[in-house]
């Protein structure tokens, strides 16, 4: 089914969250792969997960609204653009730190304060989303279940 084709509002959810999802797990696999200092696969999940992060971004936002709403589309939009920022700075900058010559103690604490910043935005956009989610789900009658993310 097409994603601007949903007629079901569960069907709709479920599209937007599983294309935040395409994008989550490349970068879970991406923070594997830089926790165990194996840079080079790391960087190839890198561009994959930066092409994912713009392929998801584009489809949500061409999404039509589902019966005029418009609201749960554009938060997982914002979502998926905050995921693509910070995968072209953010991670940019982390490979850096790794790549530098710094000691790994100190590589260690610039890396975990980029990430905690990371995480402190993106709770915020998330909590946007699950806000638009939870009225959309009233609204439609719909049951949610946790992704786990």
């Given at each position: 089914m097409l994603l601007w084709g949903c007629t079901i509002p569960a069907?709709?959810?479920?599209?937007?969250?599983?294309?935040?999802?395409?994008?989550?797990?490349?970068?879970?696999?991406?923070?594997?792969?830089?926790?165990?200092?194996?840079?080079?696969?790391?960087?190839?999940?890198?561009?994959?997960?930066?092409?994912?992060?713009?392929?998801?971004?584009n489809k949500v936002k061409q999404m039509s609204p589902f019966r005029k709403e418009t609201g749960l589309r554009d938060a997982m939009a914002n979502l998926l653009e905050f995921y693509q920022l910070v995968l072209i700075k953010d991670y940019r900058t982390i490979f850096e730190i790794k790549k530098s010559a710094l000691a790994e103690e100190e590589k260690n604490a610039k890396i975990k304060s980029i990430l905690d910043q990371i995480r402190k935005k993106e709770a915020v956009l998330i909590e946007s989303f699950r806000e638009q989610e939870v009225s959309f789900a009233r609204e439609y009658d719909i049951q949610l279940v946790s992704s786990g993310i």
């Open positions: 069907d709709y959810n479920d599209n937007l969250v599983r294309e935040q999802t395409k994008t989550l797990d490349l970068i879970s696999n991406l923070n594997a792969s830089l926790n165990k200092n194996d840079l080079k696969k790391a960087h190839a999940i890198w561009s994959e997960a930066i092409k994912q992060a713009k392929e998801s971004t």
